[in-house]
């Protein structure tokens, strides 16, 4: 089949880019994919319960109730949606071939919104049906500000600037933010090692490692182990959060499509625009700095009203 507008993903970036073409009678079709990079459809809101900073719900909302919503309206405006995994696209000419789990077909134009997948250390007690979302996060952003987490000992896992951030971060809503990091020194840049030797709230736990995170309903403890000595203690905690970076969904791209030296999608400044033209990226897929449901919101749009100007000039 040919469509003029193929969009990939699940997210804030993806719907918020449907919804718009939708509007723009650009008749789009989503593959929203069939657990994409581990995730549901969706995408990492999936992964979260309380969302309270996502406009428009004052009381908060659960993270995979939002995304439900972005699907309704998607389909509301007349969006035609595939719970298929798009697993290569040639970019070579256009019009673009792609190639699903039971389909293939063309487009005039693509929207890649694919996200990015948290990274996450295979922890006992920390995965899914577990801990996670009891107290274990990969979003300090997201989640940090929950009333489990206030005045409350928390643990960040890195080393990195991210780490640091996520540790600055926390020391709003914690009693104490441990870092622990596997290393004697820190990875960051020296202004960030700064900020975290300085601040009287973080404390470093340095050459260590989380071995479990324990708790019957929620996160209640951290088992420490000191990688020089080989002791191991239980760190009372009731946050537990990732900061090892993430991972962008870009490997079905099959290196078409300019990347920098962590994956993720190059785009013109100002723009969603990508090195092909025809071939635009919104969302967390684009994004490093931010990864937030309302940036990715925010670039979808940008990327639907560049679609549109793009296929009006290239019919």
């Known amino acids: 089949m040919s469509h003029r507008v193929l969009i990939i993903g699940s997210g804030p970036a993806a719907h918020t880019a449907a ?34 900073n996502f406009p428009g719900f004052p009381e908060g909302i659960m993270g ?5 919503r972005f699907r309704a309206q998607s389909e509301r405006f007349g969006t035609t949606i595939h719970t298929e995994t798009v697993n290569e696209i040639d970019f070579s000419s256009r019009p673009f ?37 009891k107290g274990i996060s990969a ?25 640091v951030e996520v540790a600055s971060f926390l020391t709003k809503y914690g009693s104490t933010v441990y870092i622990v990091h596997r290393r004697d020194e820190l990875r960051a840049s020296k202004i960030m090692q700064q900020r975290a030797l300085d601040n009287p709230k973080i404390e ?70 990508t090195n092909i033209p025809g071939v635009f990226a919104a969302g967390d897929v684009q994004d490093k700095q931010w990864r937030q449901a309302i940036t990715a919101a925010g670039s979808g749009c940008m990327a639907a009203l560049e679609v549109e100007h793009f296929l009006a000039a290239n019919p």
């Open 19 to 52: 919804i718009y073409a939708a509007r723009a009678e650009l008749s789009p079709v989503l593959f929203e994919g069939f657990m994409a990079g581990g995730v549901a459809a969706g995408g990492q809101l999936t992964t979260t319960t309380d969302v309270e």
């Open 64 to 68: 995979p109730d939002l995304t439900d």
């Open 97 to 133: 071939r792609f190639k699903a789990d039971a389909q293939e077909g063309s487009a005039d134009s693509v929207i890649i919104a694919t996200g990015a997948t948290a990274k996450r250390l295979e922890i006992p007690g920390a995965g899914d049906g577990e801990l996670w979302q």
């Open 139 to 163: 979003c300090a952003v997201c989640d940090g500000a929950l009333p489990a987490f206030r005045d409350q000992p928390l643990v960040v896992i890195g080393g990195g600037d991210s780490a």
């Open 204 to 273: 470093m736990l340095w050459s260590s490692v989380v071995t479990q995170a324990k708790g019957t309903d929620f996160l209640e403890a951290v088992r420490v182990k000191d990688l020089k000595t080989g002791e191991e203690r239980n760190l009372p905690a009731a946050g537990l959060f990732f900061a090892i970076g993430h991972t962008p969904n870009t490997a079905f791209l099959n290196g078409q499509i300019d990347t920098d030296e962590q994956d993720y999608i190059v785009t013109k400044p100002d723009s969603t625009q």
